[in-house]
Each structure stands twice: as C-alpha cells, then as structure tokens.
C-alpha cells in the first residue's frame, strides 16, 4: 500500500439508500410491492386457515351424525323443544303431505348432474306447524323451463326421516320465493317466506326422507353439503403453499448482487 491510500473493509450488514446489504446482495424492495405482497400473503393465510375451520366443523359434523343416526327413532314433537341436540337424529312424522305446495331447491348435484332436491311440507298430525320434507334429488332435464313431474297422491302417511339443519346458501340475487306457481323453484330455503305463503308454521329444520320409505326420489344422505373435510384441507395446503411462494417470489425479484469490485453496475 502506498503512502496516502487506505482501504475500507466493508461491512456485512449495512444498510443504504437502495435497501439492506446482506453480504454480497442487497433486498431493496419498493413501497408498492411491499404493500402488495403483505395484502396477498395474508389474505393467503386468511384464507387457509378458513378452509381448516371448515375441515373442522365437517369433522364435527360427521361426528354427530355418526352418533345421532345409531340413537333410536323418536318422534318429531320430541326433538322440537331443542334441535340443534337431536340433528341428524332419525324421527318419526305421522300427517298428510301438503302436495300443492312443493318447492324445487335448486342447485343440488348427483354424481355430477344438475338437479333439484324436492322439498315437501307434511301437515303433522295432532299438531299446529307442519315440517319440511326432503323427498330426494330430481334431474333439471333438457330444458329449466320444464320442471320435473314431482306430484303424488297419497293420504296421511307415517314415514321415517333423518332430522338435520337447513342448508345455508348465500344470495347474490332472488331467491325464488316471490314467483307465482307450483312448485316453485328457490335458491334457499326461507322458512319464514315459506310460512307466509303456506299460512302455517314450519319446523326450522329439514327432514331428509329415509331411503327406504315411498314416494321419494333419489337419497344419498351425508351430514353436510357439498365437499367433505378432506378437499378442505387441500384447498388449505394450497393456499399456505401460494402464500409461501408470493413470499419467497417477493424476496427473489427484489433482492439483487453487488457487483464486485470493477465490474460494471
């Protein structure tokens, strides 16, 4: 080293007007994509971990159904006083089935075909509401504007049926309620527009008709709608995975090498 000159050892970790010095890189990320990237990554994991609540309440589900459908029949007036303790629970329903107001639920899939789930009122016997019957899944057909046949004649009936939760649909238009004609298709089940159209009330809860009992259609019963726990957690593995790879790309794209000395910026 000659008279007058001195070096400098540089530091690892510094950090400058570009970013923070690591070695030889430097991670200079932007506002805009730091903002970004902080908005997906979470929304990420949001979404992951909403997707394992659900896994979980379709476990809990399963669970209760396996108990409740091994417990012996009782009649519906007993579980009325408190539901949610007997759903999934095979009841007993003795009346007449309100034949001239049934409602097509739509939306319901078998086996990959589009259909409708039948839901029927039943008057109860020696009672003052009625229940909502689910009779089993039906064909849209070749055209929406021809619905499917549905009617029967019968009297009163005394029929079997697994007691459960209405299914919760979310809206982004009509529901169907306030067309005119039977049946009527719907995109939810609404018991109070239904009780102000039949003029009686309802059982809050839905009566899955026994596979072995008549005028039905096709049953395959399970305790919750739509995809089982299992896909949850797929679908959560995959939003924790698209998290972790918007991380990692977010440190890759903005994190650069120094260049050695005498090479060119």
Same mark, same amino acid.
């Given at each position: 080293?000659?008279?007058?000159?001195?070096?400098?050892?540089?530091?690892?970790?510094?950090?400058?007007?570009?970013?923070?010095?690591?070695?030889?890189?430097?991670?200079?990320?932007?506002?805009?994509?730091?903002?970004?990237?902080?908005?997906?990554?979470?929304?990420?994991?949001?979404?992951?971990?909403?997707?394992?609540?659900?896994?979980?309440?379709?476990?809990?589900?399963?669970?209760?159904?396996?108990?409740?459908?091994?417990?012996?029949?009782?009649?519906?007036?007993?579980?009325?006083?408190?539901?949610?303790?007997?759903?999934?629970?095979?009841?007993?329903?003795?009346?007449?089935?309100?034949?001239?107001?049934?409602?097509?639920?739509?939306?319901?899939?078998?086996?990959?075909?589009?259909?409708?789930?039948?839901?029927?009122? @039943?008057?109860?016997?020696?009672?003052? *509401?009625?229940?909502? /019957? +689910?009779?089993?899944?039906? %064909?849209?057909?070749?055209? #929406?504007?021809?619905?499917?046949?549905?009617?029967?004649?019968?009297?009163?009936?005394?029929?079997?049926?697994?007691?459960?939760?209405?299914?919760?649909?979310?809206?982004?238009?009509?529901?169907?309620?306030?067309?005119?004609?039977?049946?009527?298709?719907?995109?939810?089940?609404?018991?109070?527009?239904?009780?102000?159209?039949?003029?009686?009330?309802?059982?809050?809860?839905?009566?899955?008709?026994?596979?072995?009992?008549?005028?039905?259609?096709?049953?395959?019963?399970?305790?919750?709608?739509?995809?089982?726990?299992?896909?949850?957690?797929?679908?959560?593995?995959?939003?924790?995975? @698209?998290?972790?790879?918007?991380?990692? *790309?977010?440190?890759? /794209? +903005?994190?650069?090498?120094? %260049?050695?000395?005498?090479? #060119?910026?």
């Amino acid at each position: 080293m000659r008279s007058g000159e001195y070096t400098v050892a540089p530091r690892e970790h510094r950090s400058d007007r570009r970013g923070v010095r690591l070695g030889p890189v430097v991670f200079a990320p932007g506002l805009v994509p730091t903002l970004v990237s902080i908005v997906l990554f979470v929304l990420s994991i949001g979404l992951g971990l909403w997707q394992l609540g659900r896994a979980d309440s379709k476990l809990a589900q399963q669970a209760q159904f396996d108990t409740s459908t091994r417990a012996s029949v009782i009649p519906l007036a007993d579980a009325v006083a408190d539901l949610p303790a007997h759903w999934y629970r095979q009841v007993q329903l003795r009346g007449s089935f309100d034949a001239e107001h049934q409602l097509l639920l739509d939306n319901r899939t078998h086996q990959g075909v589009a259909g409708y789930h039948v839901l029927t009122p @039943l008057r109860l016997s020696h009672q003052r *509401f009625g229940a909502l /019957v +689910n009779r089993g899944w039906v %064909p849209v057909g070749q055209r #929406r504007e021809l619905l499917p046949d549905v009617s029967f004649s019968t009297g009163a009936v005394d029929i079997q049926g697994l007691l459960t939760p209405a299914p919760r649909v979310f809206l982004l238009g009509e529901s169907g309620y306030e067309q005119a004609g039977w049946p009527r298709v719907v995109q939810s089940i609404d018991f109070g527009e239904l009780e102000a159209l039949l003029g009686y009330r309802l059982v809050p809860a839905v009566v899955q008709l026994a596979p072995g009992e008549a005028d039905g259609f096709v049953r395959t019963w399970s305790p919750y709608v739509g995809i089982g726990p299992e896909r949850h957690r797929a679908y959560a593995v995959q939003w924790f995975s @698209l998290a972790f790879a918007l991380l990692a *790309f977010y440190v890759i /794209v +903005n994190t650069r090498r120094i %260049p050695t000395e005498g090479g #060119r910026r």
